[in-house]
């Protein structure tokens, strides 16, 4: 690849649109080219350089269009480095080697996480047994816009966990907390993010960014249909009389759940929030997070389990060892026909996202398999 750079990356990806935001461009750029605009998109920086002219991409740099998941065939390049092989069009939500619904046992967790508690137990655990040094995620404080913005986190310990479980349904970078990970010489992470920033667990490798492959220890992906600005969920909030400072969690299953501080619940129709949607988010074909180690989802007929599909070598230990550990308890995936049929019916939705306009033959992008 050494004759495309981030020229390439941001003509093919930044500027029709597919660059969901991710910022593993920005991770991994080693001279601090790119910098990451408040509208979640990668942009050069530095004086005397013009947008897309990188003067060490010209001296042979192409590490940004390595990190990046969405460049080129992406996903046949991630496929075929985490699972040995491109999947097959029956595969619509990617390569799994099980499916299981969990729930944490540790109640301090289970009143914090937004389903299963899951992603904040494998987190704790990985950090009690000195598997992992830190872990990027997002933070839950209010960050500037408010309650319910989301901002990458850093996490340490148990406390920084439970402070930042749940979602938050804006979009928030966690590879962009790699940086203040770094700072603190920290070298053994895990990576908390979306089917798009989960992606990164396969880029890395398949394009030998190993700096940071060998950081990140574990990734957890968050199944994800979309993210909506801030404001425009703010707006129709306000528009039914709630006022975001007073949220204390929501929750998206087929439509929008909030819950308040005077203990009232809300039901909102989803369909008023889709006006709202992030641009980031309108050809993401990847409902699944299908490159993460293990993914996570709270599309179950039960409340407080989370789906979790277990697809590498590595997302199969940890989940051996939170279950051995006791912190969580499993039922089989297959268990709860409501979440498989949506894994499925969910995917396939997405899938239909990708470009066709874009793609040389008409048909689809390069890596991208038929839709089924
Ligand atoms: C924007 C978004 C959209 C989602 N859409 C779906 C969906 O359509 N269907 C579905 O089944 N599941 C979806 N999920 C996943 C679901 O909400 C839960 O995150 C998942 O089931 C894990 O639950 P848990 O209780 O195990 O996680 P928890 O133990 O509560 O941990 C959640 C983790 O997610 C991190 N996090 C929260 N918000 C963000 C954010 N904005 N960006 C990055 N990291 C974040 C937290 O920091 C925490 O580490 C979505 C999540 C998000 C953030």
Known sequence: ???????????????TGLCTGCAACVMACPRDVLG?????LPVQIGEGMAHDQCVIGDRGCDICTRACPRFRAWETDLDQELFGRPRREDEVYGQVRS???ARTTDAG?????????????????????????????????????????AAPALVTDRAGVLATA???????????????????????LALVGMSCQASINGSLPARG??????????????????????????????????AMQDVTKINIKGRYQVWTRDGAYHEIPLKLF??????GCKMCPDFAAQHADISTGGIGADDNWTLALIRTARGEEWMKGVIDAGLVEVRPGEDDEVAMNLLTKLSTVSRRRWPSELVPDGARAPGMLPIV
């Open 1 to 15: 690849m050494n004759e495309v750079h981030w020229r390439e990356l941001k003509h093919e990806v930044v500027d």
């Open 36 to 40: 990451y605009t408040q509208d979640h």
């Open 99 to 101: 499916i299981l619904l």
């Open 109 to 149: 967790i289970a009143a914090v996480g937004q389903d299963g508690g899951l992603v904040s137990s494998l987190l704790v655990w990985g950090l009690e047994h000195d598997l992992i040094d830190g872990a990027l995620a997002s933070s839950v404080e209010d960050v500037g816009r408010g309650p319910f913005d």
């Open 166 to 188: 749940g979602s938050r349904y804006t979009y928030a970078a966690p590879p962009l907390a790699m940086a203040e990970a770094e700072e603190a010489g920290l070298k053994r």
């Open 209 to 242: 960014v190993r700096k940071y492959e060998r950081k990140i220890a574990l990734t957890i992906g968050l199944l994800c249909s979309k993210t909506f600005t801030y404001e425009g969920q703010e707006q129709v909030l306000a528009d039914h009389g709630i």
């Open 274 to 279: 889709h006006p709202h949607t992030r641009p």
